[in-house]
């Protein structure tokens, strides 16, 4: 799934991104981790994987977007 990334604090290693459709999903430091990164703008289009639905939808990975 793709989206946007919204917010990010480097000392945490945490923040959230926006689905296509403008829904803010959190993502906290072990999914920013599991994709390898070290820095993450806002504004730049992620590559995301969530597990569950609803209210207990959660990041699980955060990657670049790559073409």
């Known amino acids: 799934m793709q989206a ?4 990010y604090d480097s000392q945490t290693r ?9 829904t803010p999903v959190d993502f906290d430091a072990p999914a920013f981790d599991a994709g390898g990164l ?3 703008r806002a504004g730049q ?3 995301i ?3 569950g639905d609803g209210e207990s939808r ?6 670049l977007q790559t073409f």
């Not at 946007?4 to 917010?7: D, G, K, N």
């Not at 945490?14 to 403008?22: A, E, N, P, T």
């Not at 959660?58 to 990657?63: A, F, M, S």
């Open 45 to 47: 289009r992620v590559r």
């Open 4 to 7: 946007t990334a919204y917010t």
């Open 38 to 40: 070290r820095l993450l």
């Open 14 to 22: 945490s923040g959230s991104v926006l689905l296509d459709d403008g």
């Open 58 to 63: 959660r990041i699980t990975l955060v990657t």
């Open 49 to 51: 994987e969530v597990d």
